[in-house]
């Protein structure tokens, strides 16, 4: 009886859901199924990948690449990695993304300083030079850097595409700091000044932990971009001690007698690593993208 | 107080210190290396230790009668088409229906599952995403072929035909972008208040109707913004084409990007390569600058 009577309350106090679910038409359920086989339209690729990383090579070559596996097998995974020093081009991918994104946001920093918040005369000309740099095909830049690689003495070394990314991420930084910075009030800044800091203090104990959400955005993409970054690095890093996880999948490629198996393998474990900073991170991205575009 | 302060602390000349950093790295990253591309591009010279050849502008001129570097650039009209076009119109539709109807009628968590499902390829190593194609579009054991045979129907070489290779290549960079504009566009449809969408239901108005007269006009400066830098990147477009095809079959799907890899690095022409990068940056510096400008005009008109 009284069970009856809380069922009846709960009707009679539709929850949002409920009124959602009473309103769907089917129309609208069409657009669903639209939309999600799209979505699995996307996917498809990377289930076939990890659908055939798991294969043998007489299993791929006698059924094919869309049958399932007749039994697991991870010996296109031993396979890869025998031919490539995974662990050294992971601890390379590390150590670039990890250092040009810290190196860039400082940077990015300091340089959205003066243009945001100190206003300098000529800061449209400043930032429209760094716009025009990132806009600028890497084809244009690739030669001279090739060469002022070697005669610096960092090609194949990490520290010539680190160098490089570090600017180039910055100039992006910068654009998108300065319009952040540029909406801070001014009586902050005054304020902080009436109490004797200086510039330099402002920056670091005032401006940054406001500036926060838009650093840890910046972090992230910088990170990712110079992960997946492939045309600078395949050229400056030709050693394979210092490539990094995409370029070592690039340069096995050119092997001809290698199995399309190991190549799947090779790709699954090129792809996780960015998936789990995917799956970290996804809130992050797309707030940071949306950000990126309205400013 | 603060009038008496404040002249004296905003005075800017200790700010220009902090964009020592960037100016320096700017010089030796970005203006020299150009700078010298473009001196480059002014001579014949294999690179290397190979005695450079004072050529004036007589790369340029070979450039513009090049057969390949006119394809080239008819190919980059293709990459706009895959990386702007297509993914902008998709990108458009796919936004207001995970916004309006599903994240609406089927819970927001639906939503933005989808959103981070499109938006996977985009955060893929390019290289990698390249694997994945051309074993995919391969002709004799690939994915596409494999299931065209299953039904019985025999599949096309992809990427070997040179008629069909660049919608082959197309066909994977819409894949790849398609996540970018709906992210931005979701965003930006979140700003739309859905009062608007219930007077104009109110009015008589449809779906279609109430996507083209509120949400296209809204999201306008999104669009405009995903139009421009998309654009930007489709004339640069260079590892898909050098993983999938290499520029062919028949220099088929050669675009300026690749062909300047190529003269550099592999036909050791680094004065020819110099020009045709020279030019690509021109290129979409003119484009770029065509597209703010029309940008300006339309919000003061």
């Keep these: ?252 490629r050119g092997q001809h007698n290698i199995d399309i198996t190991v190549l799947n393998a090779g790709s699954l474990m090129s792809l996780l690593p960015t998936l789990v900073f995917f799956l970290l991170f996804q809130r992050t991205l797309v707030r940071g993208v949306a950000a990126g575009a309205v400013k | 107080m603060s009038n008496g302060l404040a002249p004296r602390l905003r005075r800017p000349s200790g700010y220009w210190l902090y964009l020592l950093p960037i100016f320096i790295g700017f010089l030796a990253v970005v203006g020299i290396p150009f700078g010298t591309n473009v001196y480059f591009s002014l001579f014949r010279w294999k690179g290397g230790a190979a005695p450079m050849r004072w050529n004036g502008l007589d790369n340029y001129a070979t450039l513009f009668a090049d057969v390949e570097f006119w394809t080239s650039l008819r190919n980059s009209i293709f990459m706009v088409i895959a990386m702007v076009v297509i993914p902008t119109v998709i990108g458009l539709l796919l936004a207001a229906l995970l916004t309006e109807t599903i994240g609406r009628r089927f819970g927001p968590r639906i939503a933005s599952f989808l959103r981070a499902t499109y938006y996977l390829p985009q955060i893929l190593p390019i290289a990698v995403a390249g694997f994945m194609w051309s074993w995919i579009l391969d002709p004799s054991n690939g994915a596409i072929n494999s299931f065209l045979q299953s039904i019985g129907m025999g599949g096309p070489d992809w990427l070997g035909n040179p008629d069909l290779a660049i919608y082959a290549v197309m066909l994977m960079l819409v894949w790849l972008q398609i996540g970018y504009p709906l992210v931005i566009f979701m965003a930006a449809l979140s700003r739309v208040d859905p009062e608007l969408y219930e007077a104009a239901a109110l009015d008589g108005a449809g779906k279609w109707r109430q996507f083209l007269a509120i949400s296209v006009p809204t999201i306008r400066p999104e669009i405009f913004i995903v139009v421009l830098t998309a654009t930007v990147a489709a004339l640069k477009v260079f590892a898909p084409i050098l993983i999938l095809t290499g520029g062919g079959p028949e220099g088929s799907t050669v675009v300026p990007s690749y062909y300047a890899y190529r003269n550099f690095f592999e036909l050791s022409q680094v004065g020819y390569g110099s020009a045709i990068s020279t030019v690509m940056a021109l290129v979409i510096f003119a484009i770029a600058a065509l597209m703010l400008w029309w940008q300006r005009r339309q919000e003061t008109i």
Excluded: C
């Design chain 1, 1 to 252: 009886m009284s069970a009856t009577q809380t069922r009846e309350k709960v009707r009679l106090t539709p929850t949002p859901t409920q009124t959602r679910a009473q309103r769907r038409k089917p129309s609208e359920w069409v657009l669903l199924t639209v939309a999600v086989i799209a979505g699995i339209a996307i996917l498809a690729p990377f289930g076939l990948i990890i659908l055939n990383a798991f294969k043998s090579t007489q299993d791929y070559s006698s059924h094919g690449p869309l049958s399932w596996p007749t039994s697991l097998s991870i010996d296109a995974f031993i396979n890869y990695l025998g031919r490539v020093n995974f662990g050294q081009a992971f601890w390379n991918s590390l150590v670039i993304s990890l250092l040009v994104a810290a190196i860039a946001v400082v940077l990015s920093l300091m340089s959205a300083y003066p243009l945001g918040v100190g206003r300098v005369k000529a800061n449209g000309i400043v930032l429209a030079v760094l716009l025009v740099a990132t806009m600028l095909p890497h084809e244009a830049l690739i030669y001279p850097l090739f060469y002022g690689a070697q005669a610096t003495g960092t090609f194949n070394t990490v520290w010539s595409v680190i160098i490089v990314f570090s600017v180039l991420q910055a100039a992006y930084g910068t654009y998108l700091l300065a319009s952040v910075m540029g909406a801070i009030p001014e009586e902050l800044i005054e304020a902080a000044q009436l109490d004797g800091a200086s510039r330099w203090q402002i920056l670091w104990k005032v401006l940054v932990p406001i500036l926060r959400p838009s650093l840890s955005v910046l972090v992230v993409f910088f990170f990712i971009w110079t992960w997946n970054e492939f045309y600078i690095p395949v050229v400056l890093l030709a050693d394979q001690s210092s490539q990094t996880i995409p370029i070592a999948l690039a340069t096995l």
